[in-house]
């Protein structure tokens, strides 16, 4: 029994350097991912407003903090339960500070297009972060490096390609975007949006433990509306 467990941990070490090493190589396309929309939004004509930019930026990462104390209240529920209602929490959070700032400050088109392209800037920036991280637990060993691995196997994150993680940042940053603009034109849709975000977010938790063709094909369809929404609002 001791060797079969022994056999696990160093199939489940080598599958995790594997997926590290592989998505070490897709980071510059997840940074490509703000560029991208940047240059469309440049050359479209709408300058970027770069203070708006990095408000966005703050905005998630003080929703992403707001988190913590939740975490510590749930900390001990079962861990799926738990993890429900974090993830869940996400679109009362995200949306009624993207409101919030917005209110403050101003609800122009350039402004609200800058604070979500800053938006989704930073949680692309979060994501490699993460990889940063994971590869530098690419050689622990200990119990907690290990149970973390194994979630992530269980969870089949060390399986699927990089590739789905850099799709998945350009709809989620169109969804971003588009919330943005939506609430921008009309404040009242925060009451909308904090149910579809605290949705999408536990659709994909739920849908990623079975098939990441179905995560994406959800996220790439809400994105890809929510963002034309916005957009379309400005301008007809």
Known sequence: M???????????????????????????????????????????GTEMEWKAFGLGALGWTIALFLRGPL??????????KAAKIIIGSSGVF??????????????????????GQGW??????????????????AKRTDDKSMQAKE??????????????GVIERVFASAFHIGCTLIVAK????????????????????????TSIVKTEILLAIIGTITFVAGILLFHY
Request: proline share 5%; no cysteine; glycine share 0%.
């Open 151 to 164: 979630m992530l196997k269980l969870q089949g994150n060390l399986n699927k390609s990089p590739l789905w």
């Open 71 to 80: 975490s510590a209240i749930v900390m001990k529920m079962p861990k799926d």
């Open 2 to 44: 001791t060797s079969t467990s022994s056999a696990d941990r160093n199939e489940t070490q080598q599958q995790f350097q594997t997926a590290v090493k592989r998505a070490m190589y897709f980071i510059p396309l997840y940074l490509l991912v703000p560029a991208a929309f940047w240059l469309i939004f440049h050359y479209s």
């Open 94 to 115: 995200e949306e009624s500070i993207r409101v919030a700032l917005l209110l403050l400050t101003s609800m122009s088109y350039s402004w609200a297009l800058s604070i």
């Open 186 to 209: 009309h404040p009242w849709t925060v009451a909308i949006l904090i149910p579809l975000h605290s949705f999408l977010n536990l659709a994909t938790f739920k849908f990623s433990k």
């Open 120 to 137: 989704a800037a930073v949680e692309v920036l979060f994501t490699v972060i993460n990889l940063i991280v994971m590869a530098s637990l």
